[in-house]
């Protein structure tokens, strides 16, 4: 009797592990099946790039944005600020040989041409060449203003005398013109837009900023209130 209940024990320990063995082969097929969950973006992943925006605009727009607002008040107080301006002239002659370019009048605001834009550069300093030439009977003006100053080159079409000034009004008036975009080229008026763009990311990143930890610090819409009600006051009030 003891024999026979060995054996029969014995042929029911394979079926039994058998069961045992399949609930995980179940819980993988299970798993592999399952739809992929969405991947939320958490508030902290937009602190971080809200902070990594606003600390790259402010270091691109750091040295434009002292340089607008301190010229922002040089220029409120234009009237009281002295200026020292200091004028070169000089003078030349025109080759025999390039006084012939000019003795036909083109039409009015035409260039000087090339050969003579280069003898006046190597005289006086200044090059008209391609900027528009006021051509009278007697004469051909080159107006070539700049920022802070002043400058043009006067050519006598009959005996082909050059005159030339320069005028500067100093430092704060050349970083006013600036300031202004003033007789600035291409060149200054990209970077104005280029600041401009870095500005708008730097305060609008702040903006945003400011709505992330606005419910920890209560009086930060009061003064952005403050700051967005004042410039209107005064507006309405004292400009007529």
């Not at 203003?145 to 080159?153: E, H, I, N, S």
Request: proline share 7%; glycine share 8%; with cysteine.
């Amino acid at each position: 009797m003891t024999r026979n209940t060995d054996c029969s024990c014995e042929s029911f320990a394979l079926p039994i592990a058998s069961v045992n063995a399949s609930p995980p082969l179940l819980k993988s097929a299970s798993a592999k099946t399952a739809p992929p969950k969405k991947r939320r973006i958490s508030r902290g992943w937009w602190l971080k790039q809200l902070h990594t925006w606003h600390w790259i605009s402010a270091a691109l727009s750091l040295a434009g944005m002292l340089m607008f607002a301190l010229t922002g008040v040089t220029l409120n107080h234009a009237g009281i600020i002295p200026a020292h301006p200091s004028v070169i002239q000089k003078a030349g002659t025109l080759p025999p040989s390039l006084l012939r370019l000019l003795a036909n009048k083109p039409a009015d605001s035409a260039p000087v041409p090339g050969a003579v834009a280069e003898s006046v550069a190597a005289q006086t300093g200044l090059d008209p060449s391609g900027r528009a030439g006021e051509w009278s009977d007697d004469e051909v003006y080159v107006a070539m203003p700049r920022p802070g100053g002043d400058a043009w080159v006067s050519i006598n079409r009959r005996t082909g005398a050059i005159a030339s000034e320069v005028t500067r009004q100093g430092v704060i008036s050349l970083f006013n013109d600036l300031h202004k975009g003033r007789n600035t080229g291409l060149g200054w008026r990209l970077f104005i837009d280029a600041f401009a763009a870095a500005a708008i990311i730097f305060t609008g990143s702040g903006l945003l900023l400011l709505q992330f930890h606005a419910k920890h610090r209560k009086k930060t819409w009061p003064l952005v209130g403050l700051g967005v009600a004042v410039p209107l006051i005064v507006a309405i009030i004292f400009i007529h």
